[in-house]
């Protein structure tokens, strides 16, 4: 993964990655989490352009099997890569969406 680009973790980064399916990385098994959501957790707000803005992404993967919560290396189509903590969350219907997984970053 040295020769690939790291991906920079602000909401911008990320944006054109929306519906994009990710692989993961750092699991002894194949693993692919698809970017479903992103939403600036700073609501609007004025935010001081030397901090990074706040914003949560959520991510659905297969309804079958459940990522354990941790720090993931996660890599998109263009194998630009980076680390996020993700979270398994509350599913509203995960036979459906595939279990969703959050990653907030502040």
Not at 24 to 52: C, M, Q, Y
Request: glycine share 6%; net charge negative; charged share 20%.
């Amino acid at each position: 993964m040295t020769d690939q680009q790291m991906i920079p973790i602000t909401q911008e980064a990320f944006n054109p990655y929306l519906g994009s399916v990710f692989s993961v990385r750092n699991i002894d098994v194949p693993f692919e989490l698809k970017l479903v959501e992103i939403e600036d957790t700073a609501k609007g707000r004025p935010w001081p352009t030397s901090l990074r803005r706040p914003f949560t992404m959520i991510f659905a993967g297969p309804p079958e099997a459940i990522l354990i919560e941790g720090l993931r290396v996660i890599a998109a189509p263009d194998g630009a890569f980076c680390e996020l903590y993700l979270i398994p969350i509350m599913t509203h219907d995960a036979a459906t969406v595939g279990q969703q997984y959050q990653a907030t970053v502040n």
